[in-house]
């Protein structure tokens, strides 16, 4: 029997590999059915924190406490989403929409500028206006490429309508999901349980849960401690940019507190459109921002970060950056994002072997024999 098992798991991988464009179309057409489960377990699963904060704390004498702490974090969460979308939304936009239509405006002030310090300092011109023209060529190029595929969307906005009832659809089911999954916990995770060692073995089953528990903590404690982290920094932003009098202040502080959510690269990804778009705007208050974006990255990587996050992933300064490119590379800014916790969990792993590898041995890391007293442990 098992080498029957051997050869038909053989012919299903050659079949899977050789028909690969059709087992691709199959699972993107099986992840778009399971896609409202999956962002209603994401839900759950960001609300979950919240919501036992509150049942623990707030809601513990009541008789309903599981209830009543699932609604009021469904209405925080509604009630965040509302003040983003009419208080912070609406003014990014227009923030968006002014610098495109001031862009010929802004160049124009960014060329006197030049031509005035090629003046002033007897500079030779003929680079810099070279550079100059192709910044130039650059912006007005991204700026025509956004003009065209706004106007090139707009014959598509049936397509786009029925995509909104499509997603309108998902996010309900979504969100129905995330409460039922939330509501009933309880009764989801031991029936889990009870499947998992039905299955495996008692050791290995025991062992498997033991490492969901590990890298449910890692994961909760890190995008967790992660939002939070950019929420401040965000909001620290804003608050700078309005005492420097940087333009487009809410704009470059959503930038900013949203890229700072990638742990490392965060606050780089963030700057560098937003100094592109100051140096048009404004040379000195792109500078005056090159200033602070460095002070809240030292602020944030020294002190706020170590504060909230504390050491939550157990990974030293390189890994986090291994775990960074790999994900990104492999599954963009998802992976960028949960590539460090998903790093941890796989090193914790691979730690836990090495270290029973090496006492199967007897040896230490450095290859010298173990006391027999560390070997019987």
């Not at 049942?55 to 989403?81: D, G, K, M």
């Not at 963030?270 to 602020?299: K, N, S, T």
Request: with cysteine.
């Amino acid at each position: 029997m098992s080498n029957l098992i051997v050869v038909l798991i053989g012919i299903t991988f050659y079949l899977g590999l050789s028909h690969f464009d059709l087992v691709r179309e199959k699972l993107d057409m099986f992840l778009s059915v399971v896609a409202p489960f999956i962002v209603g377990f994401a839900v759950a699963y960001l609300l979950n924190t919240p919501a036992k904060f509150l049942e623990r704390e707030l809601f513990a004498h009541c008789r309903h406490r599981r209830t009543w702490s699932i609604i009021s974090v469904y209405l925080l969460a509604v009630l965040l989403l509302v003040v983003l979308l009419n208080l912070i939304l609406p003014q990014v936009w227009s923030s968006a929409v002014e610098l495109v239509n001031k862009m010929p405006e802004y160049m124009k002030g960014l060329d006197v500028l030049v031509q005035e310090l090629i003046t002033r300092f007897d500079l030779e011109g003929e680079g810099i206006n070279e550079l100059l023209v192709s910044y130039q060529e650059l912006m007005a190029g991204l700026t025509k490429k956004t003009i065209t595929a706004v106007s090139e969307a707009l014959p598509q906005i049936l397509n786009f309508g029925v995509a909104v009832g499509n997603g309108v659809i998902t996010g309900v089911t979504a969100l129905i999901a995330s409460i039922y999954m939330l509501s009933g916990k309880e009764r989801l995770v031991p029936q889990l349980k009870k499947l998992i060692y039905a299955i495996f073995p008692t050791e290995k089953a025991s062992w498997f849960l033991s490492v969901c528990s590990q890298a449910n903590n890692v994961f909760v404690g890190f995008i967790n401690g992660k939002l939070i982290d950019s929420a401040i920094i965000g909001v620290l932003c804003f608050v700078l940019n309005l005492i420097l009098q940087i333009p487009y202040n809410i704009l470059i502080a959503v930038v900013i507190g949203v890229t700072n959510v990638i742990p490392f690269f965060g606050p780089i990804i963030g700057a560098v459109p937003c100094v592109m778009i100051l140096l048009i705007v404004d040379p000195w208050a792109a500078l005056r921002f090159g200033v602070l974006v460095i002070a809240l990255q030292q602020f944030d990587g020294n002190i706020l970060g170590p504060k909230i996050l504390g050491n939550s992933t157990g990974l030293s300064a390189i890994w986090v950056l291994v775990a960074i490119v790999v994900g990104g590379g492999l599954f963009g800014f998802a992976g960028m994002l949960l590539g460090v916790p998903t790093f941890a969990v796989l090193y914790a792993l691979v730690r836990e072997w090495t270290y029973h590898r090496l006492k199967g041995k007897g040896i230490d890391g450095e290859g010298n024999p173990l006391p027999r007293a560390d070997i019987k442990r």
